[in-house]
């Protein structure tokens, strides 16, 4: 019985864990998307001196730092509160009253 609980537990931890990194995988490619795309196309009248390639790398350089900055964060709120959706009382009281 002992080692089916934990078990449990290790798949939950390992679930979890998956998830926050997935979300925070993909906060950070999309700063660096954005971050490229806004450079490329605002850096020119801001006074940069790249070329069109080296603007991307700077923008996506320039996001994907600011992006996981935050992202560490958000990804473990947004954890939370799905972990608070999915094992609340409320939503086992739903879940039985169906």
């Known amino acids: ?49 790249l070329d069109v390639s080296g603007r991307f790398g700077y923008g996506a350089s320039v996001g994907w730092r600011y992006a996981r900055v935050w992202a560490g964060g958000i990804a473990f709120v947004l954890c939370f509160i799905k972990a608070h959706e999915r094992f609340s009382v409320t939503a086992w009281w739903r879940s039985r009253r169906r």
Do not use: D, N, Q, T
Request: glycine letters at 14%.
């Open 1 to 49: 019985m002992e080692s089916s609980a934990s078990a449990a537990r290790l798949r939950r931890a390992l679930y979890w864990s998956g998830v926050w990194c997935a979300i925070v995988l993909a906060i950070v490619g999309a700063g660096a998307l954005l971050g490229a795309l806004f450079w490329a196309g605002l850096g020119v009248p801001l006074g940069s001196e």
